[in-house]
């Protein structure tokens, strides 16, 4: 047996700047295999902006826009509400006492695995010290054997725009929640700005969208999206205005103004509010990465390796600023790889099958290959779909709008990806992620026996579909 005092990582300095859901897992992990870790980050506890600002609030105001829309959709089948009193600023403190609570709970755990927070900003001075400045403009230094950089994303910004304004917005403002406007755009049609535009609509504002592509959610495969794109068009947004691309926009005290050419031209418009939502950059800058032999790509992600090390051998990044796709559970997986790969244990990043979730109503999710991908790529494949109007579960819930999906190899029949949309979509994805990760042939998953009547019976009626038809349905497709 190996004697805490053998621990060949006692002693070796860590530092981690950044901690969000990449840094505080990789600090957590680094100090129960014993090594000497300081963690940096703007705030006092970890969490970062998914966290903060991000992840944990959006989800919050997502729950609560669901919570509204079913009390509207009751009345279908015989119950009916009151209209509800909306008290704005007590939802906004109901978001802010769960990240309360999350935070408290991780600075509990850092306390108790004896990780050395530091609160400020951190700028690399050399490829072994991080100089941190804090709040009130004092500066310490922090020296490292290795470093794990996990410093996160932050909203792209469209130059020309009035980000100024107190009525132009980014998601880190829109989800502060400090009113409903009566008029709302949402500028971009990914999942950022489709899950804030259903918070705002179930709170009352009315939501044009504006998208410069032919589709809102682009990465997602078209017959995922459609009942997506049916049911917002109808419950959540006025518009959906796709090719359309905003060319000005100007703020004045009540109203802002934005110019449009889309299909059928250009003409000008008037809103409350705009919630600008087109994507995130890589903190990769202002950082002292020049400082370092730390080198980025043309995107400004940092450049790793399949161990998350850059080109200085002790320093690793992870999460947002080393690449797509950004996601948190992206950051933490990598977190893993990182401080094996420190400790001098085998590992490298090599998921197949990294889930994406999109928190709208319906749900959008999907894991490995998708269709359109296979397609693109030239790839043999075979597809599998279960309508979940042929689910029992789905019935039961009045949410027959849903579909899962399933890509298979058609030499071996083993499971290449998974797609899903409909309610729970999020949850449900876990299985695919699964199947694609241990090499789950399509037989597997046919028979594994599903709980019924369950939304997850829709994964092995679609496995089902290989013969041509499970018990509730009988595919069209040749």
Known sequence: MTRATDNPNKGKKLAVLGGGPGGYPAAFLAADLGFDVTLIDKEAKPGGVCLYRGCIPSKTMLHIAKLLTETQEAADW???FDKPKIDVAKLASFSQRVIAKLTGGLGALAKQRKVTMVQGTGTFLDNSTIEVEKADGSTTKVTFDYCIIATGSHPTQIPGFPYDSDRVMTSTEALQLKDVPPELLVVGGGYIGLEL?????ALGSTVTV???LGTILAGADPDLVEPLNKRISKAVCKEILLNTKVTAMSATKTKVK???LGSKGAEEREFDKVLIAVGRKPN???IGLENTKVKLTDRGFIAIDHQRRTNEAHIFAIGDVAGDPMLAHKATAEAKVAVEAIAGQPSSFDAQAIPAVVFTDPEVAWAGLTETE???RGLAHKVLRF???????ATTLGRTDGLTKIIIDPHNDRVLGVGIVGVNAGELIAEGVLAVEMG?????VMSSIHAHPTLSETVMEAAEMSHGGSAHYISREK
């Open 387 to 393: 309508p979940w109007a042929a689910s029992g579960r």
């Open 374 to 376: 296979a397609r693109n």
């Open 284 to 286: 990769s800058a202002g």
């Open 440 to 444: 789950a042939r399509i037989q597997d």
């Open 78 to 80: 015989g119950i009916t």
């Open 258 to 260: 934005v110019s449009l």
């Open 210 to 212: 504006v998208e410069a």
């Open 197 to 201: 535009g259903t918070v705002y609509a």
